[in-house]
């Protein structure tokens, strides 16, 4: 019986067919994951985005976007939003600092500054949906419902996963 659930663990069963997992659905696990809101609250997910190990400032933006992440899951999100503006003065460019950020800047109310940072990371990663998936959440948030609805279709332009979480 064990060796049964464990196999369908394994994959997803369509008409008789055993289709695999997606493994970066499986990596990712949650539409949160490797953000301020991950609720695995694990780096080990996030070696792609955050590698300390990196040489030079990238090594040590990243080490910074760790701290602030762990900050975040511990609630201190003023010292996230530090340890976010260290990353990003080291590499102004990251994307995900500025994603990070923003949403640090939302969970403590400051919505203005929420919205320049999710800007700058759709700007820095135009090709990625969870920075057009976090603006629409916020522009919702704002009553922007036109802005809202324009970066949920460009999130699902770029990966059509996200139609799942935005109905």
Request: proline letters at 4%.
């Amino acid at each position: 019986m064990a060796e049964k659930t464990e196999a369908a663990e394994e994959g997803v069963v369509v008409t008789g067919t055993r289709l695999p997992r997606s493994r970066a659905a499986s990596r990712r696990g949650d539409w949160n994951a490797c953000t301020v809101h991950d609720p695995m609250q694990r780096l080990s997910g996030c070696k792609h985005l955050v590698n300390p190990a990196a040489k030079g400032d990238a090594g040590i933006a990243a080490a910074r976007l760790a701290d602030g992440l762990a900050l975040a899951w511990q609630g201190d999100w003023d010292a996230a939003v530090r340890a976010f503006d260290q990353a990003i003065a080291l590499e102004p460019r990251r994307a995900f600092a500025h994603l990070n950020r923003g949403l640090a800047y939302q969970r403590n109310g400051e919505l203005a500054r929420a919205a320049a940072d999710l800007d700058l990371a759709v700007r820095h990663a135009p090709h990625a949906a969870r920075g057009y998936y976090y603006r629409s959440l916020l522009r919702r948030r704002q009553g922007d419902i036109r802005g809202a609805e324009a970066d949920a279709a460009r999130a699902v332009e770029r990966d059509p996963r996200y139609e799942a979480v935005l109905d």
